[in-house]
């Protein structure tokens, strides 16, 4: 049977090229990189690199970044980190009910730390709006976190909008923007769009699990919640992951250099998938439907069929998908986006999440489609109201 993935979101499958690169240096360029002799030199040098292509892409120094094994470990360095360093400024912080678990849990923990949290609301497309921001903001808000595509629904969130709205309250409170499932997708700036702190994940961008980084501006002060080595100037202690990092620096690449074909291209798929899946009595989008949101994630609620269900129905027809977030854990749970935007229970439960990468295609997208118009009248026989 022919196999049809649907939940990059999740994760997504290793560039061929990442693959061979990666093989490549776990056989020949494996010195520790910060070994003295030739085989760390080459190390070295490959990681060199990779900072160069990822700075490059984002409009950043080298300098800047600092290499995670996943995005959460970014997600918890920055907001740990920047806690833990500037808590003599103030003790609050600001972020959003749509958040990943690696934000909202690192946030509870830091409420038990003695930190005040402060959860903006967000409208039914899951938007924040920047002058809620900056009425939040205060004289001791240390951070705002706020994503930049968010990985249940795909809204992506004015982040340009919100630094600025920040740094015009108070220029001292630090921006993090989780866009674990926006690099790749979306052309992010830093810089430009008022971000101190930038979280990205590789397995969510064809490059290997156990890879990541997190951009840290200048003069951002953030702590070590690693001790050891003192590796990346002390940011992030324990040895490189060589493969892994140039393998994400060259799947960044790819993604960029093609980058607005593929992304019209996924619009396209998206557009006509949706315009045939609503055909189907009572199916809903949830989210954007237009090009301000995502162009790769389409939430579908099925009104009188369990999410579950459907998934385990279109698995049987090759088709992989989600149910809710999968990427938050196989625990079962409420969807904390879902909820935040104002869904019924029973549409909770009926919500599946169609995730696409590059590595989609018309066909599959076809197929997906046949298989919920042909799936959801039958199941909709088998369930009670
Ligand atoms: N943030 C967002 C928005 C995500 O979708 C994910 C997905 O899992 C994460 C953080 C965590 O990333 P990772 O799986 O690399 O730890």
């Known amino acids: 049977?022919?196999?049809?993935?649907?939940?990059?979101?999740?994760?997504?499958?290793?560039?061929?090229?990442?693959?061979?690169?990666?093989?490549?240096?776990?056989?020949?360029?494996?010195?520790?990189?910060?070994?003295?002799?030739?085989?760390?030199?080459?190390?070295?040098?490959?990681?060199?690199?990779?900072?160069?292509?990822?700075?490059?892409?984002?409009?950043?120094?080298?300098?800047n970044l600092v290499f995670t094994s996943c995005g959460t470990e970014g997600d918890n360095l920055a907001l740990i980190g920047c806690a833990m360093a500037n808590q003599r400024k103030g003790r609050h912080l600001i972020t959003t009910p749509i958040e990943h678990p690696a934000v909202l849990e690192t946030m509870k923990?830091?409420?038990?730390?003695?930190?005040?949290?402060?959860?903006?609301?967000?409208?039914?497309?899951?938007?924040?709006?920047?002058?809620?921001?900056?009425?939040?903001?205060?004289?001791?808000?240390?951070?705002?976190?706020?994503?930049?595509?968010?990985?249940?629904?795909?809204?992506?969130?004015?982040?340009?909008?919100?630094?600025?709205a920040i740094k015009a309250k108070n220029p001292a409170t630090l921006f993090h923007v989780d866009a674990v499932q926006g690099f790749g997708k979306a052309r992010i700036y830093?810089?430009?769009?008022?971000?101190?702190?930038?979280?990205?994940?590789?397995?969510?961008?064809?490059?290997?699990?156990?890879?990541?980084f997190l951009y840290v501006g200048d003069k951002v002060r953030i702590q070590n919640i690693l001790f050891g080595g003192g590796q990346q100037k002390g940011l992030r202690s324990g040895t490189e992951n060589t493969a892994g990092t140039a393998g994400m620096a060259l799947a960044a690449k790819m993604l960029y250099d093609s980058f607005d074909t593929d992304i019209e291209r996924l619009y396209g798929l998206r557009d006509a998938f949706i315009a045939r899946v609503t055909r189907i009595p009572g199916v809903k989008i949830n989210g954007k439907t237009d090009h301000s949101g995502a162009?790769?994630?389409?939430?579908?609620?099925?009104?009188?069929?369990?999410?579950?269900?459907?998934l385990h129905a279109l698995e049987?027809?090759?088709?992989?998908?989600?149910?809710?977030?999968?990427?938050?854990?196989?625990?079962?749970?409420?969807?904390?986006?879902?909820?935040?935007?104002?869904?019924?229970?029973?549409?909770?439960?009926?919500?599946?999440?169609?995730?696409?990468?590059?590595?989609?295609?018309?066909g599959d997208m076809e197929a997906a489609a046949a298989a919920l118009e042909e799936i959801v009248p039958f199941l909709r026989r088998y369930t009670r109201h």
């Open 1 to 63: 049977m022919r196999e049809i993935y649907l939940d990059n979101s999740a994760t997504t499958r290793c560039f061929p090229e990442v693959a061979e690169l990666m093989s490549r240096i776990y056989l020949e360029d494996y010195g520790n990189p910060s070994s003295m002799h030739h085989k760390g030199v080459e190390a070295e040098k490959e990681i060199r690199n990779a900072r160069q292509i990822l700075a490059g892409i984002l409009k950043v120094q080298p300098g």
């Open 109 to 164: 923990y830091l409420e038990t730390q003695g930190f005040e949290v402060t959860i903006l609301p967000v409208d039914r497309q899951g938007l924040v709006d920047p002058a809620d921001v900056a009425s939040a903001v205060r004289e001791d808000t240390i951070l705002v976190s706020v994503m930049h595509t968010n990985n249940e629904i795909g809204t992506v969130e004015p982040v340009a909008e919100i630094g600025e």
């Open 190 to 212: 830093p810089k430009r769009m008022k971000i101190d702190l930038l979280t990205v994940s590789g397995h969510k961008i064809h490059a290997a699990k156990g890879t990541g």
């Open 295 to 310: 162009p790769h994630i389409i939430s579908v609620t099925v009104p009188g069929v369990r999410a579950e269900v459907l």
């Open 316 to 362: 049987d027809k090759g088709v992989y998908v989600s149910a809710g977030s999968a990427c938050a854990s196989n625990r079962p749970h409420v969807s904390g986006t879902l909820t935040a935007i104002g869904l019924d229970k029973e549409d909770l439960d009926s919500t599946i999440r169609i995730s696409m990468s590059v590595m989609t295609t018309e």
